[in-house]
């Protein structure tokens, strides 16, 4: 399979393109692969509009192959990358993703903040839950290879029904750990591999 040479990063609920992970798999990007077009949008709070951003910013990626093109996303923007991914038949890595986030994040309707803005509000209204469902692609077989990385530690998500969600991923089992994966940097390598870059320190 060639190599990927557009990807995408999709961050978690009430997160942003300057989480940790967001960060360091950018600096990974531009520093071993510097010939990969990277993106990390900011996604907006309501799913609708986020989804009508992710296809807006991959248009203008219409004429590179499928299969050099991958996303990836952890917790709800591993849910997000989900359905991008079958959107756009590409690779996706998904990292403690989020399987059902309208039942979820059900708790967390109302005026809320980023967790790196806290002077800044954003409205998560009942109406957002409906738009999450109906991204759900679940029913589908996945319609590009798979990669699953989940901690057994996860405080926010069990990672039994998530491995259980992904039948056909390549699943990696991180014991222990949190739903953050702080550990991320141990799996740029698995990733690396996946997306078939050239491996590291050979």
Known sequence: MPATTHLLYLHGFRSSPQSAKAQLLQHHVSEHDPQVLFAAPQLPPSPKQA??????????????????????GSSLGGFYATWLAQQLACKSV?????????????????????WDKPNETFDFRPEHLDELEALDVAHQPPAAPQLLIVATGDEVLDWRDTVRRYPQATTLVHEGGDHGLPNFADYLPEIEKFLHWRPRHE
């Open 51 to 72: 989804a009508a951003l992710l296809l807006q910013t991959t248009h203008a990626w219409d004429d590179v192959p499928r299969d050099r093109m991958a996303v990836i």
């Open 94 to 114: 998904l990292i403690n993703p989020s399987i059902a986030p309208w039942v979820t994040l059900q708790r967390y309707l109302g005026v809320l903040s980023p």
